[in-house]
């Protein structure tokens, strides 16, 4: 790894960017998970194929796409099915949908496709092994998928602002990865350079899912129209990207992984604060800023929310980029440290979602200074694990003081601070949130509420002598165990912890949702409640046959006219 | 059928929840029995086994009096228990050694004895009964009987030890379907039972999710 010269901006602190409001305004940047795998593809010349493709004219059949990196191949098998409307839900109780999927090591024999079929269409409910890298699922667009088919079918394309305003022709709900459901562990593919970075199995097979999508809109129009029929327009099917909706699983996961989280808010921190040091921008690097600041200002003017919470955000975020274009009206960023000053002008200026997408653009003229953070973002560490039992209980105070000091004087029984509880229904084996002091579920909480854990140790802590070893308290107190190994985590990884209330009345689960979502690098957040989030992933991307350099990376920005 | 080591690691966690653990000490159950598996142990059989011999005691009765005291007040230990202070205070054992009066599943100190070895940098060497295993932290060596002998025994663990032959790794587990569908039983105590008002809310869709 390339050794940057430290940054001499400090990085932003983590009592500013853990809160959950900030997480939950973050944009996509150069290190989402998407783009790492996009830029790997064109930059390593993957060379992809579409073996099999054997659907009737229902769209009940399945495909094999195949993915060549410079040493194996990756295969998504997909089955298309003729779901009855009736079926089509996008909650993950839901047993039946459009299309199922899963990301094979290799390339799938018939005996392989013949077992996969027997399972991958049973989701949750059938069983893949050690070959399999995802397990996953989409449906076709009610809004849209017939609209275009029968367009299509009848020679002419669909409209562009119809299809602008869905964003998508199928919408994919759970991304199984890493041991799921038999899958691969992650442990098992973390040494290949490609999957290095988080998410890439999953990634693939989402960018591998929208070509299936063109593709079988296109074959149904051809089944349905004939000759008359028409392929969607290239321009078009780039627009496209593949839906996705998720619901709470996903709030979870950044609690349970602190570690990992770190690693991700760390990275991109890191990367602001490179650029911010950054002491004249060159000609080209303030021109491409510009550019890429004309082209998300065109990709917020399209998105759309139907929730009042992100549309009073979205009403702020437009704002900030009037704000933001009569600043550089008046700075034409040749000046010293011009990220920097456009940074700290941001802070008192603009709303969290303005000041969160600057920080994600000023990156993008600087892939030659952060790209390498990509190689930073995996956990790599196992042994972060095991607790330091020779830790003396005031050292341990003191770490809880450091990473939980907003916790600490929390009054954690008063009903708004602890109205929520989070727990796992026996239906469905999903995580849920409930009111605490409403359902019967307090019995069954998931330790998902870190600070109200820290504060409880720390109270415990308070009655030991200061220099007692940790593993003589852990002894006597299991119970706090949990919250000393975050502690000592977060002692060393600062962004490891969401210094917010995760159980409080007014929590929203979509601000966790979007923290993730963003480092996966989708966009057009529309949540659809307070825990339910609705997302476009690859939209504008290029489709296999047409990556390369020149468009691997920059294509989540909408081309528009100079 | 074969399961990957973190369906093993999940449920291993969640049962030792259900079984009236604490969760950092479910954690450590779950990694516990991972670790076993990917050693080439049975990591869920010897789970179940330890959650069985403790399930309807206090996990205090059956944990170390201290650190120097590596007795429990029931006359027996739990090897999570008796193997998360181990690991815990490695510092503290390193130069003597601990010897833990009768664990009721001496081969889940195993991967107690990992964490100490990794944390420590030297080998660590476990004995009971005729056994005698040592490992690197990551990879397993064991002398002795074909079958793990089960406890109560007497557990002694120190410092140092020679790896002879290693055991095969594993990236894949082959429970048995009994201790499977045991751990599976203890982990759905920690279900909620479902309500329509969770089924409704809990994960926010509401009728509208199909367009």
Partial sequence: ?562 | MTFSLGEVEAVARKAARGAGYSWGMAEEAGRAARWLCAAGLDGAGLLAEALAAADGTDPAELAPRALDDWRGPSGRLCPLMAGAALSDAVAFWKETGVTMAGVTVPALVLPFAAMAARASGANVTVRWADVTAVTDGRALSLCGAANLPTGPADVSVSAGGAMTAPLAARTRATPRAEDWAALNALAARTYAPATEESRMKGAGAGLTDND
């Fill in chain 1, 1 to 562: 790894m390339t050794a940057a010269p430290p940054p001499a901006v400090a990085l932003r602190p983590p009592d500013r960017v853990m809160r959950l409001a900030r997480l939950g305004s973050l944009h996509q940047c150069r290190l989402s998970f998407m783009r790492i795998l996009t830029r790997r593809m064109a930059r390593e010349g993957w060379r992809f194929a579409r073996p099999v493709f054997d659907f009737d004219t229902r769209g009940v059949g399945h495909a094999v796409y195949t993915a060549q990196t410079p040493d194996r191949t990756y295969s998504l098998v997909a089955f298309g099915h003729d779901l009855p409307p009736e079926m089509r839900s996008d909650r993950v109780i839901a047993t039946a949908w459009d299309a199922t999927f899963t990301l094979f090591d290799g390339v799938p024999a018939p005996a392989d496709i013949e077992r996969l079929s027997g399972n991958v269409p049973r989701q949750e409910a059938g069983r893949v092994d050690e070959r399999s890298l995802s397990l996953s699922r989409a449906n076709r667009s009610a809004r849209l998928w017939d609209r275009v088919v029968s367009t299509l079918a009848d020679g002419r394309q669909p409209d562009a602002g119809q299809i602008a305003e869905v964003g998508y022709l199928m919408r994919t709900t759970a991304v199984y990865g890493s041991g799921k459901f038999g899958a691969a562990d992650y442990d098992t593919i973390a040494d290949r350079p490609e999957m290095r970075a988080p998410f890439q199995a999953e990634m693939l097979s989402v960018y591998l899912t929208r070509v299936y999508q063109r593709d079988l809109v296109n074959h149904m129009a051809r089944a349905r129209g004939g000759h008359r029929a028409v392929p969607l327009e290239p321009g078009i099917a780039r627009q496209l990207g593949i839906g996705n909706s998720t619901g709470l699983g996903l709030g979870p996961f950044i609690v349970n992984h602190p570690l990992l989280f770190n690693n991700w808010i760390a990275a991109r921190e890191e990367a602001i604060a490179r650029v911010r040091a950054v002491d004249r921008a060159a000609a080209a690097e303030i021109a491409l800023f510009r550019n890429v600041l004309a082209r998300s200002s065109a990709l917020v003017a399209r998105w759309r929310s139907a929730h009042p919470i992100q549309q009073a955000r979205l009403a702020d975020l437009r704002a900030d980029l009037a704000a933001l274009a009569e600043r550089l009206n008046g700075d034409d960023l040749t000046g010293p440290r011009p990220w920097n000053r456009l940074v700290e002008w941001s802070e008192a200026a603009l709303s969290l979602e303005g000041q969160e997408l600057l920080a994600s653009l000023i990156l993008e003229p600087y892939g030659a200074l952060v790209d390498d953070l990509a190689d930073r973002m995996g956990d790599t560490d196992p042994d972060a694990f095991r607790i330091d039992g020779s830790m003396t209980v005031s050292r341990a105070r003191a770490l809880i003081e450091d990473t939980y000091g907003w916790a600490l004087n929390l009054d954690w029984d008063a009903p708004e601070h602890c109205a929520r509880a989070w727990y796992v229904s026996a239906e469905k084996l999903e995580p849920r949130v409930g009111e605490r002091f409403e359902e019967p579920i307090a019995d069954y909480e998931l330790p998902l509420a870190p600070g109200r854990d820290a504060a409880a140790a720390h109270a415990a802590l308070a009655d030991w002598r200061d220099d007692a070893p940790l593993a003589e308290f852990l002894l006597r107190h299991p119970e706090h165990r949990f919250a000393i190994r975050r502690a000592q985590i977060a002692a060393r990884a600062p962004y490891a912890e969401i210094r917010d209330n995760t159980i409080a009345a007014d929590m929203l689960p979509i601000d966790l949702l979007r923290a993730k979502l963003a480092f996966f690098g989708a966009t057009q957040f529309d949540p659809r409640s307070d825990r339910w989030v609705r997302i476009c992933m690859y939209g504008g991307a290029p489709y296999p046959e047409e990556l390369n350099a020149g468009n691997a990376d920059l294509w989540v920005y909408p081309e528009v006219a100079p």
